[in-house]
């Protein structure tokens, strides 16, 4: 079975400062990885994804976030942060050609606080 | 752009009514999926559908049913509800059956309270 685990809970961080969003993955198989954020009120929107290829992966809003096969690792990652960014980060995993459907495996999310 | 729809934002029930929440898509989606939201557990999978009259069990699926009588729409179904239920449910829905889950997209979600 999957399983997610986001190492941090909350994160605040001063306007302009880097942040790290960590997440770590359990699978048997090769796996795709996803990022997601909801801001207040809102669902989720996808940041970004990793399917296979190139390790670093460029989402929106200038995140990226480095995929480690040998860590199982998807660690998120911004240089500055905007007060924007203010909101909640889900890391999700997802086996592929899985052929009674497909799902996603949740991690239990990361708040990101932005301080001015 | 795919569009996710949930009928309601929030909702107030009382405990033990028969609770129904609607989502609807409007693309030609295949897949459809039923979460729940809590504080610290993230998102967990009550129920998905891969196609029309298909249901599949999530991780927490008691006390919970759904309805996929039409490819465009999932219904939840509490059928006696309880304050335990009581959570931010997410609807979502993704590409083609066997193709992992190319990117989701999720409704806005209903906050249901049950008093």
Known sequence: AQSVTQLDSQVPVFEEAPVELRCNYSSSVSVYLFWYVQYPNQGLQLLLKYLSGSTLVKGINGFEAEFNKSQTSFHLRKPSVHISDTAEYFCAVSEPLKAAGNKLTFGGGTRVLVKP | ?115
């Open chain 2, 1 to 115: 752009d795919v569009k996710v729809t949930q009928s309601s934002r929030y909702l107030v029930k009382r405990t033990g009514e028969k609770v129904f929440l609607e989502c609807v898509q409007d693309m030609d989606h295949e897949n459809m999926f039923w979460y729940r939201q809590d504080p610290g557990l993230g998102l967990r999978l009550i129920y998905f559908s891969y196609d029309v009259k298909m249901k599949e069990k999530g991780d927490i699926p008691e006390g919970y049913s759904v309805s996929r009588e039409k490819k465009e729409r999932f219904s939840l179904i509490l059928e006696s509800a309880s304050t335990n239920q009581t959570s931010m449910y997410l609807c979502a829905t993704g590409g083609l059956r066997g193709q992992g889950a190319l990117g989701y997209t999720f409704g806005s979600g209903t906050r249901l309270t049950v008093v």
